[in-house]
């Protein structure tokens, strides 16, 4: 039991260190594209507004959701192989 903490403290500090500059990369580029959209297309009026609105929209969307992964597979993974070690 003890083993397990002192190898999953540290794991989860790790994956949570990399989920949030994922998270921070993903929403530069993000904002980016927003930018980059607002320039081609030549659209008028509130500029902030409208990476606002947007970055609202990726913060609600699947993609942003996916990002949840991090967590999700190595600790699947280390789950199952735990599992097929034990069980079977």
Same mark, same amino acid.
């Given at each position: 039991m003890f083993v397990a903490l002192r190898f999953l403290i540290p794991l989860l500090i790790i994956?949570? @260190?990399i989920y949030f500059v994922l998270s921070l990369y993903s929403?530069? #580029?993000r904002r980016g594209k927003l930018i980059a959209h607002w320039e081609k297309k030549g659209i008028t009026? &509130?500029?902030e507004a409208f990476?606002? %609105? !947007?970055?609202?929209?990726? &913060? %609600?969307?699947f993609r942003k959701k996916l990002l949840l992964g #991090?967590? @999700? #597979?190595?600790? !699947?993974?280390?789950?199952?192989?735990?599992?097929?070690?034990?069980f079977m």
């Amino acid at each position: 039991m003890f083993v397990a903490l002192r190898f999953l403290i540290p794991l989860l500090i790790i994956l949570t @260190v990399i989920y949030f500059v994922l998270s921070l990369y993903s929403r530069w #580029v993000r904002r980016g594209k927003l930018i980059a959209h607002w320039e081609k297309k030549g659209i008028t009026g &509130d500029r902030e507004a409208f990476l606002k %609105r !947007g970055m609202r929209q990726y &913060d %609600r969307s699947f993609r942003k959701k996916l990002l949840l992964g #991090v967590y @999700v #597979v190595p600790l !699947g993974a280390i789950a199952l192989l735990l599992y097929i070690t034990n069980f079977m």
